[in-house]
């Protein structure tokens, strides 16, 4: 028996699970994910090296070429770039193999530079692994505009922007561009360190261990564990200044001008020739887009009228959510369209009224069961896939067409047996559309 002739001699059967389909494909399309397109991780890592303060020749020869030699023993690696300037260097590597897995290549990659991590400088500290998909970029996109200068207010925008959207569900991490973050400047003069006798390499020492936090161990004292951790943090600039630097009581105030200033940024970012503040907003890769979208918006109201935030513009520059809900409705409207002309021309060769709607109600019907099986496997709704269903629908009316005419030709030929025609046409238990052939097949034998 095969799944025409079941369709026809278990009609209720059919017909029940038919709708449980339909019904899960609607429960499921109102959660599936929307993206604006799949997601896709290309087949590179970027290592990031930086070692300010230093020159392009160093930083190739000190920095550069140790981590190269780790990394390029690598399997599968098609190609490697590196640059070096006075900051630091960045490699990036390349595979040959779209499919391999390349969480697991960064981190076999850091394993590589932490064997190797004696051979670099003493005072280079850290580095970084980066890997790209099609999910890692920004979701939205502000811009906060004022009449004042926003790049010294560090304090109000990580309080009342960044610390409010990061507890937004689905936001990964936000991105402050355009402010300069507050650091402690200590200008020495020349002629000072010369009158008080202080080397400049003795200073550098005598600062780096005034300022330090570590654990000493533990303690067992009378059944009691204490734990010992020394700490001679500066937590007041004041302090900074009245630090001794030598045995004769000379104080850093006396050789240097300590203060607390911006750190020199080297761009300007501005919107209407006044400065602005750009924030990035990176959501997680679970998170559904178009709600991401929509809680940033109402907390953006909430921003306007929040007294502190007064005088400063939010501008949306850029909404991923936005733009895939207006690309998924462009597209379902001309699969509307394209469902209505699909009508119009069905009837006026059919002529045919029933034959018409049960190839027009095979195309929702199927297009709802897809969204199910969509959801369950895990995939989104994306302007591919969405594409690819409205494609979908073309196959779909070829197939009901050519069951439903090859059915109506059988039936004249069986008039008093109508349920035989669909079985009698080996054409129709051969068409590559099972949900299509059996509901246009058993509507035919009505």
């Not at 951790?229 to 600039?237: K, V």
């Not at 105030?253 to 020739?273: C, H, K, L, T, W």
């Amino acid at each position: 028996m095969n799944i025409t002739e079941l369709s026809i001699r278990r009609p209720v059967t059919t017909i029940m699970l038919f709708v449980s389909m339909v019904a899960i494909g609607l429960i499921a399309a109102f959660k599936l994910p929307l993206e604006a397109e799949p997601e896709a991780t290309i087949p590179f890592f970027f290592v990031s090296l930086p070692y300010p303060g230093s020159t392009p020749e160093e930083v190739e020869r000190n920095v550069l070429r140790p981590v190269e030699e780790a990394i390029a023993t690598m399997p599968g690696i098609k190609s490697m770039n590196s640059r070096a300037n006075a900051e630091g260097g960045t490699i990036q590597v390349e595979f040959s193999d779209w499919g391999r897995d390349i969480a697991m290549a960064a981190s076999e990659a850091r394993e590589r530079i932490d064997a190797i991590r004696d051979q670099l400088p003493d005072d280079f500290r850290r580095y970084y692994v980066q890997r790209w998909s099609t999910s890692d970029r920004e979701a939205m996109s502000l811009r906060l505009n004022s009449e004042e200068d926003l790049t010294a207010r560090v304090d109000l925008i990580e309080r009342s922007i960044k610390q409010r959207l990061e507890r937004l569900p689905g936001v990964a991490r936000i991105e402050v561009e355009g402010v300069a973050k507050q650091e402690v400047l200590v200008a020495l003069d020349k002629d000072r360190l010369s009158a008080h006798g202080v080397a400049l390499n003795e200073l550098v020492q005598q600062l780096q261990a005034a300022n330090f936090s570590v654990s000493a161990g533990q303690i067992n004292e009378a059944g009691r564990r204490l734990r010992v951790q020394p700490r001679g943090e500066l937590l007041e600039l004041q302090a900074l200044r009245d630090l001794r630097i030598n045995n004769r009581g000379t104080r850093l105030s006396d050789i240097a001008e300590v203060s607390f200033q911006p750190q020199r940024m080297n761009y300007v970012r501005q919107m209407e020739g006044r400065p602005s503040v750009g924030v990035d907003i990176y959501k997680e890769r679970s998170a559904n887009l178009v709600d991401l979208s929509r809680a940033v918006r109402a907390e953006i109201k909430v921003l306007e009228n929040d007294p502190a935030m007064r005088g400063i513009d939010i501008e949306i520059a850029d909404d991923q959510g936005q733009a895939v809900t207006t690309s998924l409705l462009k597209l379902a409207e001309a699969g509307a369209i394209g469902l209505l002309l699909s009508v119009i021309v069905l009837y006026a060769f059919l002529r045919h009224w029933p034959s018409t709607l049960m190839v027009s109600m095979a195309i929702p019907i199927c297009f709802i069961m897809t969204l199910g099986f969509m959801y369950f496997t895990g995939i989104t709704l994306n302007i591919i896939s969405m594409m690819g269903l409205l494609l979908a629908v073309g196959m779909l009316v070829d197939n009901a067409v050519v069951v439903v005419e090859s059915i109506y030709q059988e039936r004249e030929k069986f008039p008093d047996q109508p349920a035989m025609a669909p079985l009698s046409v080996p054409g129709t238990w051969r068409l590559p559309c099972p949900p299509a052939r059996c509901a246009t097949a058993w509507c035919s034998c009505r």
